[in-house]
């Protein structure tokens, strides 16, 4: 086991440690904003306590972070594999362009959650975020699956504007008692009882993180949210 404490450390000096080390876990004390924590690292369990900076996981390839705080923005940006979960809030584009693996976030997340995500073959990404989200949620997504739960939040959507702007793939469940104002290439639906399955294994994962009932987060409208052409941005062409 290897402890690392922030205090007075560059962030470059911290990812050095943490990828040069043998020790598959490790413990990342009073972090302060420090950045690219545990960026591109595979094969190891890294509690992070405090509040990391950007890009705290970028590029993670199949490492495991918790995160005792609240984290900023970029939150497992372009990660590969792996799994992030996060005891707090989390700042703007938590999941860009993330392309497998899980995030999951107790409360809160910031503008442009799930910008970019996508899917292939066996790659297939998952954000889970308990609270709230803000404007262009999964803007561009082109695959993977985003649940917004919006648990302990008074918004009647629990999202911002413009969700799945340009979305062309993937899914977007909304627990939600009505549906926010949606982009026209967007096909919106209550969610099935086979929809309900699909995403049952990662809410009870959320719980197992974060705690609550699966059965009474369960027990609620939820909405799914997907692309309705292959080419969102028709309506940007002039026809002849």
């Known amino acids: 086991m290897l402890r690392i404490d922030c205090e007075g450390k560059h962030f470059s000096?911290?990812?050095q440690m943490i990828r040069?080390?043998?020790?598959?876990?490790?413990?990342?004390?009073?972090a302060q904003g420090h950045r690219y924590i545990a960026a591109g690292v595979g094969g190891k369990n890294i509690i992070v306590n405090g509040t990391p900076g950007n890009a705290l996981g970028a590029y993670l390839d199949g490492s495991s972070i918790t995160v005792n705080g609240n984290a900023q923005d970029a939150v497992g940006d372009t990660m590969n594999d792996g799994l992030i979960v996060i005891h707090g809030n989390?700042?703007?584009?938590?999941?860009?362009?993330m392309r497998g693996g899980k995030i999951f976030i107790k409360g809160d997340?910031?503008?442009r959650a799930g910008i970019h995500m996508k899917a292939y073959k066996d790659k297939f990404p998952v954000l889970v975020i308990g609270g709230k989200a803000g404007s262009f949620l999964g803007e561009y997504q082109a695959g993977g699956i985003i649940v917004v739960l919006g648990i302990g939040t008074d918004s009647k959507t629990n999202v911002g504007y413009f969700t799945g702007n340009g979305m062309h793939g993937g899914k977007i469940f909304l627990r939600s008692e009505q549906l926010p104002d949606l982009p026209?290439?967007?096909?919106?639906?209550?969610?099935?009882?086979e929809d309900m399955a699909e995403i049952e294994k990662y809410v009870g994962e959320y719980c197992r993180y974060f705690g609550g009932q699966v059965e009474e987060i369960l027990n609620r409208d939820f909405y799914v949210l997907t692309a309705d052409s292959a080419n969102?941005?028709?309506?940007l062409y002039t026809s002849v």
């Open 184 to 193: 026209q290439q967007i096909i919106a639906r209550k969610a099935t009882a």
């Open 13 to 15: 000096q911290i990812g």
């Open 90 to 97: 989390s700042g703007d584009a938590a999941g860009y362009s």
């Open 109 to 111: 997340a910031g503008y």
């Open 232 to 235: 969102p941005y028709k309506q």
């Open 20 to 30: 040069q080390t043998a020790e598959k876990e490790i413990f990342v004390d009073n």
